[in-house]
């Protein structure tokens, strides 16, 4: 692997770990203030694309790093909806 390619993964890796410290916290507390459903469907939309297009250039770190990216980013959906649902 080249710089670039570290580089890639590197971001990567980044991007996808960003939004675990706020599914751990909501899965913790079981409850879910505040969350931008824009932001996470527009979020969602991104990833979805970046996979695409990871998906055509036949790039498994763009591929892998934005899948997991938008697991998580289901994840906050699923127990943001969850918990919401039973504090109410």
Same mark, same amino acid.
């Given at each position: 692997? #080249? %710089?670039?390619?570290?580089v890639g993964v590197a971001a990567g890796i980044c991007t996808s770990v960003s939004l675990l410290p706020q599914? $751990? *916290?909501?899965?913790r507390e079981?409850?879910?203030? #505040? %969350?931008?459903?824009?932001?996470?469907?527009?979020?969602i939309g991104g990833?979805?694309?970046?996979?695409?297009?990871?998906? $055509? *250039?036949?790039?498994?770190?763009i591929i892998i790093t934005n899948s997991f990216s938008l697991l998580v980013n289901f994840l906050i959906i699923y127990f943001t909806y969850r918990y919401k649902s039973s504090n109410n």
């Open positions: 692997m #080249n %710089i670039e390619s570290y599914l $751990i *916290k909501i899965i079981k409850k879910a203030d #505040n %969350i931008s459903w824009v932001m996470l469907f527009i979020l990833l979805g694309l970046w996979v695409w297009y990871g998906i $055509i *250039k036949n790039d498994l770190p």
